[in-house]
């Protein structure tokens, strides 16, 4: 099912990135470090693509305090110039603005604001030092739409789009990435404890087997199809009228 050259693949992304960033007549990348996988093969593929002009940013939001030690970890281990930008207090004082109170909640419509803080964060760095904002949302992701519209769903190029997780898994391990990220399950980071595989119900590995071979049970085909379905919104172009 992964039998690809996953060498001839990094070498081809590198390519891609470094071509869709020129022809946006820009000089660079700005990519969010969470401290997972996703944006640790997207950071190191950016750095190679532009050696001297990748820049890192770490955007804890009442975030798992390991999740900014592990992002800090593969910028310093690949040699990625990064900062630090503390959004907790952001998001407390619009969160009040909207509700009349700062209490950090579970719902979704909370959760949301967190990547949203972090992609308008993103968008100002892109534009000090004229980059792109590159994405780290995989192929699996965005088959199900498990991201968040105009949050870590708003960027400029998505490298990593056409590879399932497990073949980011793959190209991870080639680049060297720290097996304590490549291991540790995946997450949004959307409140503590939280992890993908049990917000979507099913497993990556189910996931990625019926999105390569068109092969699930029909619990996992129902789950897939239907958010699938629910999210196909995310990925079109906003809707206007033809008359």
């Avoid at 404890?193 to 699930?216: F, H, N, P, R, V």
Wanted: proline share 5%; with cysteine.
């Amino acid at each position: 099912m992964l039998e690809k050259d996953y060498n001839l693949i990094i070498e081809q992304l590198v390519e891609w990135i470094r071509d869709r960033v020129t022809e946006a007549g820009c000089s660079g990348a700005v990519v969010g470090l969470s401290g997972g996988i996703d944006s640790a093969v997207t950071a190191t593929l950016c750095k190679k693509a532009f050696p001297d002009n990748t820049l890192g940013l770490i955007m804890p939001c009442y975030s798992n305090p390991q999740d900014a030690l592990d992002a800090k970890a593969v910028a310093e281990k690949f040699d990625i110039p990064y900062k630090v930008v503390e959004l907790g207090s952001t998001f407390d004082q619009l969160l009040e603005s909207i509700e009349g109170k700062a209490d950090v909640e579970k719902s979704m419509a909370v959760a949301n604001i967190k990547p949203r803080l972090r992609m308008t964060t993103l968008y100002y760095h892109a534009s000090i030092n004229n980059s792109l904002v590159v994405g780290t949302d995989n192929r699996s992701e965005l088959k199900v739409g498990y991201f968040t519209k105009f949050g870590d769903g708003g960027i400029d190029i998505a490298p990593l789009g056409n590879l399932v997780k497990l073949e980011v898994r793959e190209v991870a391990r080639l680049l060297g990435i720290p097996e304590q990220i490549i291991s540790k399950a995946p997450s949004a980071g959307l409140w503590g404890g939280q992890t993908d595989e049990s917000e979507m119900g099913i497993s990556y590995e189910e996931l990625d087997k019926y999105i390569l071979t068109g092969e699930a049970e029909p619990r996992v085909k129902e789950v897939v199809d239907d958010l699938a379905a629910k999210n196909a919104h995310k990925l079109k172009s906003i809707p206007i009228p033809s008359f």
